[in-house]
Nanobody, 119 residues
């Protein structure tokens, strides 16, 4: 059973940094592509970044390119999102999601961690 737990959210000032983590259990982490998505207050779910199961490819949504960096440690079953130069518009509930490398959709999601960027 896939289990994903996000952590690392909190309050940051504009221009500040946070590092989100997503601890995975119940499945072979190295066989799954992973993504981060977010949902801002009153808005729909927005994909933020994705990474191949082996970490060989990474992708970013335009609003976060150059500021957010996705990474993973397959030995620790953990996904990360380093968030730098944060903006108020980054305020959202951040989710990690898992997709088996042979599948086309993300079938497993964590419960999210809140990021608030405000002075």
């Amino acid at each position: 059973q896939v289990h994903l737990v996000e952590s690392g959210g909190g309050l940051a000032q504009p221009g500040g940094s946070l590092r989100l983590s997503c601890e995975a259990s119940g499945f072979t982490f190295g066989n799954y592509a992973m993504s981060w998505a977010r949902q801002a207050p009153g808005k729909g779910l927005e994909w933020v970044s994705g990474i191949f199961n082996d970490g060989s490819e990474k992708y970013y949504a335009d609003p976060v390119k150059g500021r957010l960096t996705i990474s993973r440690d397959n030995a620790k079953n953990t996904l990360y999102l380093q968030m730098n130069r944060l903006k108020p518009e980054d305020t959202a509930l951040y989710f990690c999601a898992a997709r088996h490398r042979d599948e086309s959709t993300y079938g497993s999601w964590g419960q999210g961690t809140q990021v608030t960027v405000s002075s």
